[in-house]
């Protein structure tokens, strides 16, 4: 036995066996301790809180998925969370969600969760913006006007700020009417354009009376607006009978025999 000062404690003396056969042993024992101080700092490595990148990207990969199928330019903006949130690490997937009722497009709240054993869920504004070509007015434009090509432009807007929908071929417009007045550049939408009253109130039209391969056509006069296709009363000036009659065309209606 050969005994040692306690630097610490100088008073205390340790006694410490360095025989030949225990010295073999010390190598042994200096290899278990680098092992035990090797593998301890890994298991405090591991991380304790969600990286919030990671939950930043869930949010993005779930709205890429839900405008996949957008043919127009799609922009996806997650907004940044409290650095200060700390929420424990989820060792499962994380699962993006949109609460009951949300679109998918403008400004919007995304949900994102972990289904873990230390279960969490946190909400972020999101901005998704889908951009495209509508059609619009190339001027001012009175109500009741028959609109024409000259009439419209296209041009490209972000789409996911027009909630009252938009048309998007200048086709689809031309020959339909303006239920209300329009100033240059406004958005053509669905809800103001009508089919064009073909016969209108107090005009004079004329009657088709068609049946086995006869053609009589009578003076008559509406008692109603039409739009192409819609049954309106009519009066027969000759015998003043009123008639229900088919509008076919402009100032023509058709009666079957």
């Not at 990148?53 to 799609?74: C, G, H, M, P």
């Not at 009722?101 to 289904?115: H, K, M, W």
Request: with cysteine.
């Amino acid at each position: 036995m050969t005994e040692y000062n306690d630097v610490r404690n100088p008073a205390r003396r340790i006694e410490t066996d360095i025989r030949p056969g225990r010295l073999r042993t010390l190598p042994w024992m200096a290899f278990y301790y680098c092992l035990s101080t090797q593998f301890t700092p890994l298991a405090a490595a591991l991380p304790e809180f969600q990286d919030h990148e990671s939950i930043r990207d869930a949010a993005a990969f779930f709205l890429k998925a839900k405008t996949a199928e957008q043919t127009n330019e799609v922009q996806i903006d997650i907004g940044r969370l409290d650095e200060r949130l700390n929420l424990a690490a989820c060792n499962g997937k994380l699962d993006a969600f949109l609460p009951p009722g949300s679109r998918a497009t403008g400004n919007l709240t995304i949900g994102v969760r972990c289904a873990g054993p230390k279960p969490w869920t946190i909400y972020m504004p999101a901005g998704v913006k889908v951009f495209g070509s509508i059609v619009v007015t190339r001027r001012a434009l009175p109500r009741g006007v028959t609109l024409h090509e000259d009439d419209l432009v296209v041009t490209d807007v972000e789409l996911s700020t027009l909630t009252a929908g938009y048309i998007e071929h200048v086709p689809s417009a031309i020959g339909k009417q303006l239920k209300t007045a329009l100033g240059k550049g406004a958005t053509l939408t669905p809800r103001i354009l009508e089919q064009p009253r073909l016969v209108r109130r107090g005009e004079r039209v004329v009657i088709s009376a068609q049946g086995d391969g006869m053609d009589i056509r009578m003076e008559g006069k509406a008692l109603a607006d039409g739009l192409q296709g819609e049954r309106i009363r009519v009066q027969n000036l000759g015998s003043r009978r009123i008639i229900e009659a088919t509008v076919t065309s402009a100032g023509v209606v058709q009666v079957r025999m």
